[in-house]
């Protein structure tokens, strides 16, 4: 079976999964308040107290309410037997994608591809195991620099950052997911911003004693400094450096890590030499 009727069945089974998760749980709309309807007239002490506070809790409410989002989606239950179909057509996927025609297929589908991504968030929060099968699709396309192009989204680049963000203490699938975003680093087209690079710096704390999970955050950091050095001196501020000189105390004796590691500070030290602000765009 080629992968794009593989895509094809994974879709439309996507497709019939999230609509039936959002008609199991129907949320009845709330009747609106007086205060919704007419608004209120508050006095100006009140008006410049409430946006001082809104501009105090902004970074704090946005990661409230995304945390909170993923603790929600992980209690969301799909049947099993949707599940294990689901994987099944992704390892399929996976296998094809490793081949130069498979590939290419895959290029000329990019729409459907796209769709699949969309819909993929929920069921890659809610169960580890697609978590796992769609890291592994992401990490072998994007590592071919034909299928990468087209790959490419910013979804695609989005749900492999979700998926470690929700497993970063699991490390069989927070692996795949640093090899897939360490792929996808390679894409020139990447728009990387602070909050990226400050998400990223934190996901080797939850299991930074395991050789393989620091080696692939350093690969991820080794390849985003070297393809996008404005994203250096960002790493610096964040205590990039600091870390990886702890790491390297603790895991040098392992050589891939030692080396992933001493290539990270090389990169990295264009953050001290630049002598330039940073300019990535805040999202």
């Given at each position: 079976?080629?992968?794009?009727?593989?895509?094809?069945?994974?879709?439309?089974?996507?497709?019939?999964?999230?609509?039936?998760?959002?008609?199991?749980?129907?949320?009845?709309?709330?009747?609106?308040?007086?205060?919704?309807?007419?608004?209120?007239?508050?006095?100006?002490?009140?008006?410049?107290?409430?946006?001082?506070?809104?501009?105090?809790?902004?970074?704090?409410?946005?990661?409230?309410?995304?945390?909170?989002?993923?603790r929600f989606a992980r209690h969301r239950k799909f049947a099993e037997v949707?599940?294990?179909?689901?994987?099944?057509?992704?390892?399929?996927?996976?296998?094809?994608?490793?081949?130069?025609?498979?590939?290419?297929?895959?290029?000329?589908?990019?729409?459907?591809?796209?769709?699949?991504?969309?819909?993929?968030?929920?069921?890659?929060?809610?169960?580890?195991?697609?978590?796992?099968?769609?890291?592994a699709l992401i990490a072998n396309l994007a590592a071919?620099?034909?299928?990468?192009?087209?790959?490419?989204?910013?979804?695609?680049?989005?749900?492999?950052?979700?998926?470690?963000?929700?497993?970063?203490?699991?490390?069989?699938?927070?692996?795949?997911?640093?090899?897939?975003?360490?792929?996808?680093?390679?894409?020139?087209?990447?728009?990387?911003?602070?909050?990226?690079?400050?998400?990223?710096?934190?996901?080797?704390?939850?299991?930074?004693?395991?050789?393989?999970?620091?080696?692939?955050?350093?690969?991820?950091?080794?390849?985003?400094?070297?393809?996008?050095?404005?994203?250096?001196?960002?790493?610096?501020?964040?205590?990039?450096?600091?870390?990886?000189?702890?790491?390297?105390?603790?895991?040098?004796?392992?050589?891939?890590?030692?080396?992933?590691?001493?290539?990270?500070?090389?990169?990295?030290?264009?953050?001290?030499?630049?002598?330039?602000?940073?300019?990535?765009?805040?999202?």
């Amino acid at each position: 079976m080629d992968n794009s009727l593989s895509l094809l069945l994974l879709l439309d089974l996507l497709r019939r999964m999230t609509r039936s998760e959002s008609i199991a749980s129907p949320s009845p709309p709330r009747p609106p308040t007086v205060e919704e309807l007419f608004g209120s007239i508050p006095s100006r002490e009140e008006e410049e107290q409430q946006q001082e506070e809104e501009v105090e809790e902004k970074d704090r409410e946005r990661e409230s309410l995304q945390v909170t989002a993923r603790r929600f989606a992980r209690h969301r239950k799909f049947a099993e037997v949707d599940i294990q179909a689901l994987c099944a057509e992704t390892k399929r996927l996976i296998d094809d994608a490793t081949t130069p025609t498979g590939a290419a297929r895959f290029a000329r589908m990019a729409p459907e591809l796209d769709t699949a991504i969309s819909l993929l968030e929920p069921v890659c929060v809610a169960d580890p195991r697609v978590a796992l099968c769609v890291s592994a699709l992401i990490a072998n396309l994007a590592a071919n620099p034909e299928s990468r192009g087209q790959l490419y989204s910013a979804a695609v680049w989005d749900l492999a950052l979700l998926i470690a963000q929700t497993y970063m203490t699991e490390p069989t699938v927070l692996l795949r997911a640093l090899v897939a975003l360490s792929n996808l680093a390679c894409e020139q087209s990447l728009l990387v911003t602070r909050e990226h690079c400050q998400v990223l710096s934190r996901l080797i704390f939850p299991l930074h004693t395991e050789p393989r999970i620091v080696e692939a955050w350093a690969t991820l950091i080794c390849n985003l400094t070297a393809y996008h050095r404005e994203t250096s001196q960002v790493f610096v501020e964040f205590g990039v450096v600091e870390v990886l000189q702890r790491l390297l105390l603790y895991l040098g004796e392992d050589s891939r890590c030692a080396v992933r590691g001493l290539q990270c500070l090389v990169n990295l030290a264009m953050g001290f030499t630049s002598g330039q602000p940073p300019v990535l765009p805040l999202s």
